[in-house]
């Protein structure tokens, strides 16, 4: 099995091809890719982190976005009523170290408020993402039965123009020509 | 005279893969002195002709079980009291990372890890439909038993033979659009959502005349599927996606007969049938060389490295367009699926099956 790099040092993909047919291969994607780059660009990459609420790929967008980003873990992260340790250099480290040593003693309430209140926004966000998922599909079903109504619109158009086309009826074979 | 050895399944229940597994295996190792009924806690309706109530069996001395364990088990217990060899036959279990915490299946998955070092002690032998499975199961495990790579079967006559509904082969065909399939429940491990979006590159730049079909029940995981539903809405190529949920196996047969390319873009797969029987199709499989797919569908099919969307649709594109690739495939997908016909995977049991009797 070939493997073929997709830049010096990665991988992209693999298969029951020759190293040269891999090569082939990569060279054709990217030079396809190169020739698409003019077209609309895609809207993929920064909707993962709300499908899946796992770490995102490198290549997500630098500029976060607030409903993504405000889930329970980016939560966590916020250190208050401590200082944050994991920041700043080894002095600024030691000296919040130094500084959390009497907030654990007495800010063990607050710490418990902020805990609960984090919980709280948490599970806000999720329904908020879930309900902003809810709106975007009854949009999705609403365009779609906007165009259904239309196509009928369209239909019933159609069928009254053929029945003004219609010459008039013939009298039956009782009557009098 | 030997004892007799029994498949156990906690539950045996039609479109389910771990019974589908033990029912071929039931059915193709009877000569083996396998016992054709499926010892269970539960069975569905339909398949109770096949299946033996646990709690009706009388055991005799020199009787064997494999215990087939795919996530937190009530056999447990039997596998404490049983005085005879005692196989397990490891499905994997999904990591609970993939889940969102607190949800079913988090809670599901995390006690299924928590109780398999216990299961595993318990057991004589280790079988194992992958050696990624077997690997998985020695890293969480501290003790060692003797292991076997069993994998299940994959007939290609048989798949190509299955009764497709024409209805429905007729509807797929009938809009002349490239078919692009993936069939597995809708869970985060098994990467919908990346499929959805590697399509949408493919549909709305190289070729809008395609329809991707994401096949599978999504049951168990409301809200990945709500949020797969989200996601659909947002894209330009939604109106091409279908999610139809868990079909009969008469659609999933014309599914299959109408592919033309399976993507698989799954994170973590213990074995993944649907790739083989996708190959078993003649069809070309693109997968993701993660867990167990590089071993199981790889020498089969074009493994992509990393996830670049655009990148991967125009991988698609390409072996949609050209067909010595295709044919090349085929020939690779022939030559692997011998591993798995109903002889190969016979001769892969018998050892186990010896060591079991003794």
Known sequence: MAKGPSSPDEVF??????????????????ERLR???????????????????????????AVLDPLATVTGDGLRALAAPLFNQDRGGPLGRSARRLLNL?????????????????????????LLRGLLDGQAVLEHELSEQRRMLDALAARVDELHERLDQLPASRPSSGEPA | MAGRIFQVVECLAEADGVSHTARTFATLLGADGVEPDIATLYASPALRGEATPLESIVWQPGDAIVVHVWGPSRLESLLQSFRGPRAIYFHNITPPEFFPAGSASHRETRAGWEQLPRLAELADI???????????????????????????VVDTTEER???????????????????????????????QDQVMEV?????????????LHLVGNGSGNPLYVRSLAGLRARLAARDAIELPGKVSDQALA????????????????GFCLPPLTAAAHGIPVIARAAAALPETIGPAAVLVHAYDPARIAELVHLLLEEQPLRERLQAAARAHLTRFTPSAVRTAWWPALAALRQ
């Open chain 2, 126 to 152: 280790w079988l194992a439909p992958s050696a990624f499975n077997l690997a998985a199961l020695a890293e969480h495990v501290r003790c060692r038993r003797p292991q076997h790579v069993i994998p299940p």
């Open chain 1, 13 to 30: 993909l693999s298969g029951p091809f020759e190293p040269d047919e891999v090569e082939r291969l990569l060279g054709l994607i990217d």
């Open chain 1, 35 to 61: 020739l698409r780059v003019s077209q609309a660009p895609p809207v993929a990459s920064e909707r993962r982190s709300g499908v899946r609420g796992e770490a995102t790929a490198a290549s997500e967008p």
């Open chain 2, 254 to 269: 014309a599914y299959y007969r109408t592919a033309d390319l399976f993507l698989c873009l799954s994170e973590h797969e």
């Open chain 1, 102 to 126: 009497p907030l654990r003693l007495f800010g063990k309430p607050q710490a418990y408020f902020n805990d609960v209140l984090r919980t709280l926004v948490s599970a806000w966000s999720d």
């Open chain 2, 199 to 211: 399509f949408e590159h493919y549909h709305s730049r190289i070729n809008a005349r395609s329809r």
């Open chain 2, 161 to 191: 033979a299955r009764a497709a509904d024409p209805a429905h082969v007729e509807a797929l065909r009938s809009r002349g659009e490239v078919n692009v399939l993936f069939v597995g429940r809708l869970a985060p491990n098994k990467a």
